[in-house]
């Protein structure tokens, strides 16, 4: 399955139903008169969040969503049917957004979470409703409420309790293969992780989901390399796990890069709790490791970790480290829904 985590898409909810003119001839009946029905609400446009759900690559192919408009009414009173409300599911952690990408205009961060985005119209009022003690005969009814329609913006940001940053052939992800059920790409050279991956891993009885975006390299928040536009699915991990290659050319520099990347990126990524660990440790003599260590912790003011993906050395530790800042796990929540529909007047 291929993976897009941003979509533009149009939607229209339904217009309401015109009502009717009719008037009654019935036997028996005295007096006759208008008898002429409303019309049918038409359907909203809803969004609901739905699990097992990681792209929007449905989105690229079916890009206009309509729901269904009212039907008219008819005489003797009746009313027209409503038009069928128009369900469009999406992953947990999608964001809607203007056309212009200005405004937020709702965001799905819980399983089930459902909103009513776009309210269909009103249907018309039939002829019996304009009857009055003047105007015994009317002749006039309403079209019904025209539908709303707009552009909107589908943005992905992936829910993950645990964010991988390094520069490109940092192992992370050789790391999260070795501690999930991931399979991500592997390979000598950089850039082999072009998409975001996630993977559930599992320790001393605990479960939390760990991302593996692509790799950062200098001048990504400028758009170098991959650029930074898959940072957004790490805004809402709760720890980060930077990972520096033991064996590269200049590890020290390789973390100030990727510090300063998240610096320049914002969105209080730089300010998130950060676990440091030098990887690929089976590669490096023990006295390299010590300075490397001594000199990261001196920078980062906390301690550094080592481990190596490849080999399992050093991995339990960092877990350790990683369930002792995500805390107990929480309570599973049903989401209630939100039958208030969001208005772009």
């Known amino acids: 399955m291929h993976f897009l985590d941003q979509a533009k898409i149009f939607i229209r909810s339904g217009a309401g139903g015109p009502g009717a003119v009719s008037f009654r001839r019935e036997k028996f009946i005295e007096y006759g008169g208008p008898d002429g029905g409303n019309g049918g609400k038409g359907g909203d446009i809803i969004f609901e969040a739905v699990p097992g759900l990681n792209t929007l690559i449905d989105f690229r192919y079916t890009q206009h969503f309509k729901a269904q408009r009212g039907h008219g009414g008819a005489g003797s009173n009746r009313t027209g049917a409503g038009g069928e409300d128009l369900v469009i599911k999406v992953p947990v952690g999608t964001q809607i957004l203007s056309e212009d990408k200005e405004q937020v205009l709702a965001d799905f961060t819980v399983p089930g979470q459902r909103q009513v985005f776009l309210r269909g119209g009103d249907g018309g009022r039939g002829n019996a409703s304009y009857k009055t003690s003047t105007n015994r005969a009317p002749r006039q009814h309403g079209t019904g409420w025209p539908a709303e329609e707009m552009w909107v913006w589908l943005r992905l940001?992936?829910?993950a309790d645990c964010?991988?940053?390094g520069l490109p052939n940092a192992g992370k992800s050789t790391f999260i293969n070795a501690v999930s059920n991931a399979k991500a790409k592997v390979g000598a050279y950089p850039f082999t992780t072009i998409r975001p991956q996630l993977g559930v891993a599992t320790h001393k009885g605990r479960e939390f989901v760990?991302?593996?975006?692509?790799?950062?390299?200098?001048?990504a928040a400028e758009g170098a390399g991959i650029g930074d536009r898959f940072l957004g699915h790490i805004e809402r991990c709760r720890v980060l796990l930077h990972l520096v290659d033991a064996s590269g050319d200049d590890p020290v520099g390789a973390y100030e890069i990727v510090q300063?990347?998240?610096?320049?990126?914002g969105a209080g990524l730089?300010?998130?709790p950060q676990?440091?660990?030098?990887?690929?440790?089976?590669?490096?003599?023990a006295k390299t490791l010590d300075k490397l260590a001594k000199k990261l912790a001196k920078l980062s003011g906390g301690e550094v970790m080592r481990l190596s993906g490849a080999s399992g050395e050093g991995?339990?530790?960092?877990?350790?480290?990683?369930?002792e800042i995500l805390g107990p796990a929480p309570e599973t929540t049903a989401a209630n829904e939100n039958d208030e529909p969001w208005s772009p007047i």
Request: net charge negative; no cysteine.
């Open 157 to 159: 940001k992936l829910l």
């Open 210 to 219: 760990v991302a593996d975006i692509p790799g950062l390299i200098e001048g």
């Open 270 to 272: 730089a300010d998130k």
């Open 275 to 285: 676990v440091l660990a030098l990887n690929k440790i089976d590669a490096v003599d």
């Open 163 to 165: 964010g991988l940053v």
């Open 260 to 265: 300063g990347e998240l610096d320049a990126y």
């Open 315 to 323: 991995l339990p530790p960092v877990l350790d480290r990683i369930i």
